[in-house]
């Protein structure tokens, strides 16, 4: 015969069986954490909180400039603008284009070094950024922009507050 104080209840939890978006639109019961509103209302108290960690985060607010970038498959330099912000680093052919050549999320990022004696005769200095799926090698005009570049990207790496921040209220939420 079981133990009947310590049978577990295998029951499942009914808030779970319900879609998501009827539980994050469903209005509070007794106990329930959740705020009442609309979409638009949830969507704009999340970017306050968004902005409230954006002001609190340590990494730099925005960079961006020119850099080269070598191709994958035929190690070509081709030049492109750079813009580092909120943690995705986007692409462009130039400073005035508005559709993105690609972007590189910052939590991807694992590191970003400095290239030693890449090329004696050139006069660009190179960096790596090694993400997830590959290495990405960039080179700058100078040496100090180039330290600016890894300075900001580690300093992502290192301290990535806001994806940190965002993880543990996503966490709170149960969504």
């Not at 009827?22 to 638009?40: A, D, E, K, V």
């Not at 400039?65 to 130039?94: C, E, I, N, P």
Request: positive net charge.
């Amino acid at each position: 015969l079981p133990d009947t104080d310590s049978a577990v209840d295998d029951k499942p939890d009914p808030a779970l069986s319900v879609p998501l978006t009827q539980r994050i639109l469903s209005t509070p019961q007794p106990g329930n954490l959740r705020t009442t509103g609309t979409i638009s209302n949830r969507l704009n108290s999340e970017a306050q909180y968004l902005a409230q960690v954006d002001s609190e985060d340590p990494v730099p607010a925005r960079k961006e400039g020119w850099l080269l970038k070598q191709g994958a498959l035929f190690k070509r330099w081709s030049r492109r603008w750079y813009t580092l912000h909120k943690g995705v680093m986007v692409v462009y052919s130039d400073n005035s284009a508005t559709k993105p050549l690609e972007h590189i999320i910052m939590h991807d990022v694992r590191s970003a070094a400095l290239v030693e004696n890449a090329a004696p005769n050139s006069k660009l200095c190179q960096f790596t950024i090694s993400t997830i799926d590959r290495d990405r090698k960039l080179a700058a005009e100078n040496e100090q922009v180039a330290k600016e570049w890894v300075s900001a990207l580690n300093k992502y790496v290192e301290n990535n507050a806001l994806q940190t921040k965002i993880e543990q209220k996503r966490r709170a939420r149960k969504y």
